[in-house]
C-alpha cells in the first residue's frame, strides 16, 4: 500500500469515526497516529506523537485564544453587556419588527467582545428572547432572529475561528480581523432586511410598540453601551494601530474587561471564578480539536495528499467558481454533522494546498471558510445555535419553529456569500489599505 493510498485510506476512516459519533479530536488523533506507524514505523510515530502536540500548542499566537475567551466571560458574568440590547431597543424600535432589529445589532456588538457565537447567542437569548415573547414577537421569529444573530460572533472581530485559521493558514490575524469587517457588516445588513421586510409584509409577527421614546432616553440608553464601546475602542483602537500584536491584544482586551468591571463594581470573586472556569473549559477542548488536526495535517503531508489533489485539480482546470462551489458543498454538508472548529480544522489541510496553487488569496478563503461555518451554526440537524437557544426558551417555542425560522436568514447568508465569491474585493479592500 503507497503512501497516497494510506492517505486516502485515513481520511475516508476519519469520516466513518466520525458518522459514527466519535469526538472529532479522537478520530483526528488516532487515525494520524495509526497512519504515522503504518507509514514510518512505531519509533517515529511515537515520537511525532509527543513532538506534535507540544510544539504546536507552545505556539505564541495560540495563547490569544484564552485571553479573548477570558474577555467575553467576564463580559458576560459582570453584566457589561446588558445595555447593548436596551440601547439597541430604543434607538430601532420604530422599525418594522424593531426589537429583533436590536438583537442583530446587540449581538454585533457582543460579537466584538467575545469572539464566539455560541456565547453570543446564549447571551442575547437570555436577554431578548423574553423581551420579544412579553411584546407578543411571534415564537419563531423571536427565537430563530437570535440563533442567526448568534453566528455572527464567529465573523466579527475577535473571531476565535479566524485565530485558528490564522495560526494553521500561516496569514497574519490581523488582516484576517480587518478582511472580516466588511462581510460582517453586510452578514447584519442582510439580517436586518430579512426581519423588515418579512415584517412590514406580515405585521402580525412583530406587533408594534406602543411607547413614546424621548431624546433624553435615547442618550441615557448609549451611556449604559460605554464598558463594551470602551472595550472594542481599547482593543482594536490598539490592535489596528500597530500600539500591539493581535497576540498582546487578547491580553489587553481581558485586563481592560478586569478594570472596567471593577469600575462599575460588578467584579467579584464567584463572577471571576466562573469566568475562569469557563475560559479554562472552552480553552482545552479547542486545543485537544487543534492538535488532532495538526497531526492530521502532518499525516496527510507524509502521505502526499494533499500535494496530490493540488495537481490533480490544476490539471483538471478547474475554475475559480467551481473550486468555490465545491467548498462551499462540501462545509454546508459537514455543517450538518460537526461543530464549526471541527469542520475548519478537518478541511484545512486538504483544502488550503489547493487554494493556495491556485493562487487564491489565503485571506479571501479564510473569511469564505469561516461565513460557510457560520452557517452551519444555524443548520439542521446540529445547528449548535438553534439548540442554545431552544435550552433557554424551553417548551415555549417548538424546535421546528426555530430551524423554520432561520431558514430565512440562510438566505440572507447565501445572499452575503454570492458577494463576496463575485465581489472578492469586499474581503480584500481593508487588506489591501494596510498594506
Not at 36 to 62: D, E, K, N, Q, R
Not at 184 to 195: C, D, K, P
Request: proline share 6%; aromatic share 10%; hydrophobic share 60%.
Amino acid at each position: 500500500m503507497s503512501f497516497f493510498e494510506i492517505g486516502l485510506s485515513g481520511i475516508a476512516l476519519v469520516i466513518v469515526l466520525v458518522l459514527m459519533r466519535v469526538p472529532i479530536a479522537v478520530a483526528l488523533g488516532l487515525v494520524s497516529f495509526g497512519g504515522f506507524w503504518v507509514m514510518l514505523g512505531s519509533a517515529p510515530a511515537w515520537g511525532l506523537l509527543t513532538a506534535i502536540p507540544y510544539s504546536f500548542s507552545a505556539h505564541w499566537t495560540l495563547s490569544s485564544i484564552p485571553m479573548f475567551l477570558l474577555m467575553g466571560y467576564i463580559c458576560y458574568q459582570t453584566e457589561l453587556t446588558k445595555g447593548i440590547f436596551r440601547a439597541a431597543r430604543v434607538w430601532l424600535s420604530w422599525m418594522p419588527g424593531g426589537l429583533a432589529v436590536a438583537s442583530i445589532g446587540g449581538a454585533a456588538l457582543f460579537s466584538a467582545a467575545s469572539g464566539s457565537s455560541l456565547a453570543t447567542a446564549a447571551a442575547m437569548g437570555r436577554i431578548a428572547v423574553p423581551e420579544m415573547l412579553q411584546r407578543k414577537y411571534d415564537p419563531g421569529l423571536s427565537a430563530s432572529v437570535v440563533a442567526a444573530a448568534g453566528t455572527m460572533g464567529s465573523l466579527i472581530p475577535p473571531s476565535i475561528i479566524l485565530i485558528i485559521y490564522g495560526i494553521f493558514a500561516e496569514v497574519a490575524i490581523s488582516k484576517l480581523f480587518l478582511a472580516a469587517i466588511i462581510p460582517g457588516l453586510l452578514t447584519m445588513l442582510g439580517y436586518t432586511l430579512v426581519i423588515v421586510i418579512r415584517c412590514t409584509l406580515n405585521p402580525s409577527l412583530a406587533p408594534p410598540i406602543d411607547e413614546t421614546i424621548t431624546a433624553r432616553e435615547r442618550i441615557a440608553a448609549l451611556g449604559e453601551t460605554w464598558p463594551v464601546i470602551a472595550l472594542i475602542a481599547g482593543v482594536f483602537g490598539g490592535l489596528f494601530t500597530g500600539v500591539f500584536t493581535p497576540t498582546e491584544a487578547g491580553a489587553v482586551g481581558a485586563a481592560l474587561s478586569f478594570i472596567i468591571a471593577a469600575a462599575r463594581k460588578t467584579l467579584n470573586w464567584k463572577v471571576t471564578k466562573i469566568a475562569l472556569i469557563d475560559t479554562a473549559k472552552t480553552t482545552a477542548a479547542i486545543f485537544i480539536i487543534a492538535v488532532g488536526a495538526n497531526l492530521f495535517t502532518r499525516f496527510l503531508a507524509i502521505s502526499g495528499v494533499p500535494a496530490a489533489m493540488s495537481a490533480m485539480v490544476i490539471e483538471m482546470g478547474a475554475s475559480y467558481l467551481v473550486l468555490v462551489i465545491g467548498t462551499a458543498v462540501i462545509f454546508l454538508l459537514l455543517g450538518m454533522i460537526l461543530d464549526p472548529l471541527g469542520i475548519m480544522l478537518l478541511t484545512l489541510p486538504i483544502l488550503l494546498p489547493i487554494f493556495e496553487a491556485n493562487h487564491i488569496s489565503l485571506i479571501w478563503f479564510g473569511l469564505l471558510a469561516t461565513k460557510l461555518v457560520e452557517m452551519g451554526l444555524i443548520t439542521p440537524p446540529v445547528g449548535l445555535n438553534v439548540f442554545v437557544i431552544k435550552g433557554i426558551v424551553g417548551d415555549s417555542v417548538p424546535i421546528s419553529a426555530i430551524f423554520k425560522g432561520v431558514l430565512w436568514f440562510l438566505f440572507a447568508d447565501l445572499f452575503v456569500l454570492a458577494i463576496m465569491v463575485a465581489f472578492p474585493q469586499v474581503v480584500l479592500f481593508l487588506p489591501g489599505l494596510a498594506g
